[in-house]
DNA sequence: AAGTGGTCTAGACCACATC
DNA sequence: ATGTGGTCTAGACCACTTG
């Protein structure tokens, strides 16, 4: 009489009565069970999931059960769930701009800034990029060094690495198609969804006199520089980059609870 | 026939069937109850609240409705629960060092540097300090320089500013007692508990020459610069401090989720 | 053994979003 | 009107900590 609307690549029901709990809560093993799926690519980032009740009837749990193993997933920043609407795996990450850490004069609260690619090349990949890609050195990956601009002045220089061939498609067209923002345009063209990022900051130099050209600042000038590893929702890491900016414009609030 | 173990500042029961429920959920209104009474000192830091079945019982609501009340001021901060202990308001902050954010050559893991007391004296707030603390302009404050040493090398300068005349048992005893971690000793002399701190990082210079000399650095060399505002539970700021140290050795990651 | 928080059930009803 | 997540109830039993 039960009607299974969703495909599923697992059985169906954990019968018998024996469910795998060895130590385990009931809520822990379903937000494994439906991480696994999410994982699988049953739910893809942006689709909304099956309801709760439905989740629940399906595994033979109480509705509070799975509420709290619902919650562990949006916890760990794997779901979203809005009331009325449903429940959805996350997409990409959004207000995750460098920017974030700057002031720059007279930038507007949420103004996307200007990008300018300087840069756009096939190479092999340095011992510290294909240690962060978990490829192996040598390997090709397309490097791109990409200029924001705040008001017509130049604010942050990215060099950006990604894997080939995952992202083959943006090795010859046009970069001024991309638009100001990375990450929906990897979501669109290549399919990649970034989900976690961690980024460590330090202050140093420019990575050459070019590069302080480009952010017309004098080759010594002290910068925050900014690196990233961005990841899947597999935990694949799929984009590093570093981004410099004037260390005078570097500003970040950390709250302590 | 029920034991009313618990002094309590407000009236027993919302009799009547009449809660303050203009639109907030029941669980919201008892966690804003039970918030207003630890900031009313009605239970201190450290010390263990009702357990759960007692304060749903006291407030004649579920058990459910008041877990899902207690969940929100952990996550907060507010509170601490451990499994078979009780339920705690939380002491203060712990590894919030501002050691963190830099890696000096041989830092042992959760190593406390030593501290010493390089000036002590009590002058008039400055307008930037007096308005941190809430207080008015040439207010007494006590100031506080502190040099922090990992392996005899000094690493980090402080200039810490309290107000007066909360931390008075501070201005005439002795500064080598005061040991390396000051907020335990706040809480055991004056009684004032760090409960919550906003960090923000920016880059700069040190405060003076002789700031750098302290730190064995050039007076222009680059500095990672944190200005801390530490409140206690009643959200008032309680001390308020800038933080030196060598750009060079700065180091901090952020997780993006 | 007694007391605590953690898990789980099986409902009911409410608030929000969409068609 | 229907379907979604959010709130609330009233229990039961389990896991952990302490005396």
New interface residues.
């Given amino acids: 009489m039960t009607l299974v609307t969703e495909a599923t690549t697992e059985p169906l029901f954990c019968a018998g009565g024996e469910r795998p709990l060895p130590g385990m809560s009931l809520q822990a093993w379903l937000a494994e069970r439906l991480r696994a799926r999410i994982l699988n690519g049953e739910w893809t980032p942006g689709q909304a999931m099956p309801a709760e009740s439905a989740l629940a009837a399906h595994y033979g749990v109480a509705l ?1 059960t799975m509420r709290e193993a619902l919650r562990r997933l949006v916890d ?2 794997m779901i979203e769930r809005i009331h009325g609407r449903g429940t959805f795996v996350r997409r990409a ?1 959004v207000g ?1 701009s460098a920017l974030r850490f700057f002031r720059f004069g007279g930038q507007a609260l949420n103004e996307v800034p200007h990008s300018r690619i300087v840069e756009r090349a096939v190479v092999e990949a340095p011992a510290e990029v294909a240690e962060a890609l978990a490829m192996a050195p040598g390997a090709p990956v397309l490097r791109v060094r990409r200029l924001r601009e705040v008001q017509g002045r130049p604010c942050l220089l990215e060099r950006i690495w990604l894997p080939l061939p995952d992202y083959a498609v943006l090795v010859d067209d046009d970069p001024d198609a991309w638009g100001d923002l990375l990450y929906p345009m990897y979501a669109a063209r290549c399919g990649l969804t970034v ?9 140093g130099q420019p990575a050459s006199a070019e590069d302080a050209a480009l952010l017309e600042l004098a080759p010594e000038q ?1 910068c ?1 520089v900014v690196t990233r590893s961005a990841f899947d929702v597999g935990g694949r890491c799929i984009e590093w980059r570093v981004t410099w900016g004037d ?2 414009a ?8």
Same sequence: chains 1, 2.
Avoid: K, W, Y
């Fill in positions: 509070g760990d920043g990450l995750m989900h976690r990022a961690v980024e460590c900051i330090e202050f002290p925050a260390a005078r570097f500003q970040f609030t950390v709250q302590l609870t």
